[in-house]
C-alpha cells in the first residue's frame, strides 16, 4: 500500500516511546536483534565536487580542510577492501566526490575495482553521483550490488539547498539504478532549514 502525506503525518506525530516501540517490533520481525551488519566506506575521490551542496564539505565551492581532488590509487583501494573483509565487513562502499561519472576510461576503472573486491568475497556498494541507464546497467554487469544517493531533502525545499542539480536528476538515477537490478541506498538529511512538511514529503518520496 502506497503512503500519503497524511498517512505519514499521522506516523510522524505519534509520541516517541510508541515510534521506539514500533521500531522495535519491526527489527525484531525482519532481522536477527543481535546481529550487526558491517559496511565500510572508502573514499576514492576526495574533494573537489563541481556541485554546491550546502551541507558538504566535498564540495569546491566552499572553503573546507580537504585537498582538491584526492584520489587513492588502486592498490590503495583493493588493500582497504581486504582490511574491511578482514576486520568483519559483509559490504564495501566506494565513494567519488563528483557530478558524475567522467568519462568511459573512469568507468571502466571502477568496474575493475568492482569486479577486484567481489572476487574477495565481499558485497559492493558504490556513491557516483548521476548515471545514466547504460552506466548503471555496467555496474550491474560488474558486480556492483548497491548504490547510493539520496535525495537530500524535499523537492520544495531542494533549491535551497543545492541549486548545480535539480530533484528529478535525482529520481532519474534511482529509476536507472531500480531498472538494472541494482539494491538502493537512499535517505536525506533533517536540519537544514526546512519544515516538517518538508521532512514528512521528503519520506512520501522515499516511501
Not at 65 to 94: C, N, P, V, Y
Not at 111 to 123: N, S
Request: charged fraction near 20%.
Amino acid at each position: 500500500m502506497g503512503h500519503t502525506f497524511e498517512s505519514i503525518k499521522e506516523i510522524h506525530n505519534l509520541p516517541i516511546t510508541t515510534l521506539l516501540l514500533r521500531a522495535q517490533e519491526t527489527l525484531h520481525r525482519f532481522h536477527d536483534p543481535a546481529r550487526v551488519e558491517l559496511h565500510t566506506l572508502c573514499s576514492v575521490k576526495t574533494g573537489g565536487c563541481s556541485e554546491n551542496c550546502a551541507y558538504c564539505s566535498q564540495s569546491a565551492h566552499h572553503k573546507t580542510f580537504l585537498k582538491e581532488g584526492t584520489w587513492l590509487s588502486h592498490e590503495d583501494i583493493i588493500q582497504k577492501a581486504k582490511e574491511a573483509k578482514a576486520a568483519g565487513a559483509m559490504r564495501f562502499s566506494l565513494s567519488y566526490a563528483w557530478r558524475t561519472i567522467p568519462s568511459e576510461a573512469h568507468l571502466s576503472t571502477i568496474t575493475e575495482v568492482i569486479r577486484e573486491v567481489k572476487a574477495l568475497g565481499i558485497q559492493v556498494c558504490c556513491t557516483l553521483g548521476m548515471l545514466t541507464p547504460a552506466q548503471a546497467e555496467q555496474l550491474k554487469e560488474a558486480g556492483c550490488d548497491c548504490y547510493n544517493h539520496n535525495i537530500d531533502t524535499s523537492r520544495a525545499h531542494y533549491g535551497k539547498i543545492i541549486t548545480t542539480r535539480t530533484f528529478d536528476d535525482r529520481l532519474d538515477t534511482l529509476k536507472n539504478v531500480q531498472n538494472a537490478g541494482i539494491m538502493v541506498c537512499c535517505g536525506g538529511i533533517v536540519g537544514m532549514g526546512e519544515s516538517i512538511d518538508d521532512r514528512i514529503n521528503m519520506i512520501v518520496e522515499l516511501a
